[in-house]
Structure formats: C-alpha cells, structure tokens
Nanobody, 124 residues
Framework: QVQLLESGGGSVQAGGSLTLSCAAS????????MGWFRQAPGKEREFVAT????????NYADSVKGRFSISRDNSKNTVYRRMNMLKPEDTAVYYC?????????????????WGQGTQVTVSS
C-alpha cells in the first residue's frame, strides 16, 4: 500500500519561510515523478510544483516561481518543498502526490496517490 506522509506545515508571518516534507512508502520512490498541490478554503485544488523521478526536470506554478523550490532525496524516499517569501495568499492545505510514471506533471489526473495534506497559514 502506497502511503505519502506530509510534515512541516504550520503558521508563519508574511515574508517568512517553511519547508514541507513528504515521505513515501509502498512503491519504488525513484521510479515516479512527484508533485505538490494546494487547496485554499473555497477554492479548487491547484498545482504548485513537480519534479521528475530524478529531479532532473522541475516545473512551478507562475504564482510561486522564484519563491518555492522542489527537491527530492531518493535515498530517503522523500520529496521536499522550500517556500520562501510567503504571502497570505499562500495559505492553504498542501498535498504531495506520486505520479503515475517517471515524469513530472502539472495535472492532478497524472497522479495516483495523495498524502493527507498539511496546513500552511500565512498571516499578514
């Protein structure tokens, strides 16, 4: 059974930083792309960042480019997301997801396993 466990969420003031982690188990982590999505209250889930199986290709939503970064450590079966210069509009539940294949992907239909989510709250 594939499990994804996010950690590192919390509350921070605008301009601050957080690093989220997602530990995976139940499948060969290095064989799959990984992604991060978020869902704010009253809004649909949206793409944030994605990494290919070896971290060689990444992509980011325009709203987080230059502020967020995604990385992965295949030896630890973990994907990370560093969030800098946080804004109140970044407040959301953040989810990590494991893709159906090797590649990075922006569309949530390309992912077949999801974590339970971790709350990030940014105050002004």
């Amino acid at each position: 059974q594939v499990q994804l466990l996010e950690s590192g969420g919390g509350s921070v003031q605008a301009g601050g930083s957080l690093t989220l982690s997602c530990a995976a188990s139940g499948r060969t982590f290095s064989s799959y792309g990984m992604g991060w999505f978020r869902q704010a209250p009253g809004k649909e889930r949206e793409f944030v960042a994605t990494s290919s199986w070896n971290g060689g290709w990444e992509n980011y939503a325009d709203s987080v480019k230059g502020r967020f970064s995604i990385s992965r450590d295949n030896s630890k079966n973990t994907v990370y997301r560093r969030m800098n210069m946080l804004k109140p509009e970044d407040t959301a539940v953040y989810y990590c997801a494991s893709a159906r294949g090797l590649d990075a992907a922006n569309d949530d239909s390309e992912y077949d396993y999801w974590g339970q989510g971790t709350q990030v709250t940014v105050s002004s």
